[in-house]
């Protein structure tokens, strides 16, 4: 517990006031920064190929999607990615903006339980914990830092999964998080709607503050996070620059060549048998090629 106590005389009647550490935390001043530099200064990355200070230059098109999220008037972010482009690290780091700068109550919503669990235990957790700013946050109880609930100073963050309604519809929250949606099952029947239909309902309360980001990798043209995406009313999309000529270019199947004879998977995969094509001057891209275009 803190004190603070009045030195002004003409209130010198006025008991001392007793703050605990999670109001203390709530009135604190607050840096301006944006998502991306708040990651950059504050973020530790506790595994993958890149784990010490998250670096924006790993993932520059990471930088855009965060930042727009975080802009006054922007309630929604839909986000398309390839497997393994670094996606869910979308959400980690506006959450962990969310909890320090503005105290956000939040839900991260995953395709089942128990990837809901995985994810608190191997993710938020050890983000918590190696991250300074966010450490200082902690509350020094460890029921406070369990596997569907994370109680930080000043804030709350819920942990769901999309097949329960329950755990969807609880409150209001002001943050709220949706990974690999296209895996998201839907219910049907009178009174329960989809799990994206559920989230959006969660933060109106928040007119103002309000936020929902969606990732997700897409898989047919049919799948409802592609037309969640579709539906948006501004769409941007990260061109790549070619290396060799300079040109800038969407990526596209195209563009995607490899030994027709070879017909298993697994080889291309392994032996880098599978290349990039430049759309303007027909240069190949090796695997450092292609992330030198990013």
Known sequence: MITAT???????????????PAEVEVFRKREKLSPSQWSEKYRVVTDGPW???????????????????AQRGVREVVVVAITQSGKTQLIYNCWG?????RQATSL??????????????????????????????????????????????GSLTYLAWASS????????????????????????????????SMLRGRITTFRHTGKLLLVSSVYQDSDPHWKAFLACQEKRAFALRCPQCGQ?????????????SISDPDRL???????????????????????RAT
């Open 165 to 196: 309604a329950a755990r969807l519809q609880t409150m209001p929250i002001e943050h709220c998080y949706g990974d690999e949606v296209a895996l998201y099952k839907s219910w049907s029947g009178k009174g329960v709607t989809d799990p994206v």
């Open 108 to 153: 991260v919503t995953m395709a089942d339980k128990e990837t809901a669990h995985n994810v608190s235990r191997d993710r938020f957790q050890p983000i918590i914990e190696d991250s300074p700013r966010l450490s200082r946050l902690k509350t020094g109880r460890a029921e406070d830092m369990g596997l569907e609930r994370l109680r930080l100073l």
């Open 97 to 101: 903006y969310g909890v320090d700068q």
């Open 248 to 260: 800038f270019q969407l990526p596209g199947r195209a563009g995607l060549h490899w030994d027709e």
């Open 6 to 20: 009045v030195h002004d005389p003409q209130l010198s009647l006025m008991p001392e006031v007793e703050l605990y």
């Open 269 to 291: 995969q392994s032996e880098s048998l599978a290349w990039y094509e430049c759309e303007h001057c027909g240069a190949p891209w090796s695997d450092a090629e292609l992330r």
């Open 51 to 69: 784990k010490g200070p998250w670096r924006n230059e790993n993932t520059p098109y990471l930088v855009e999607p965060m930042d727009t999220w």
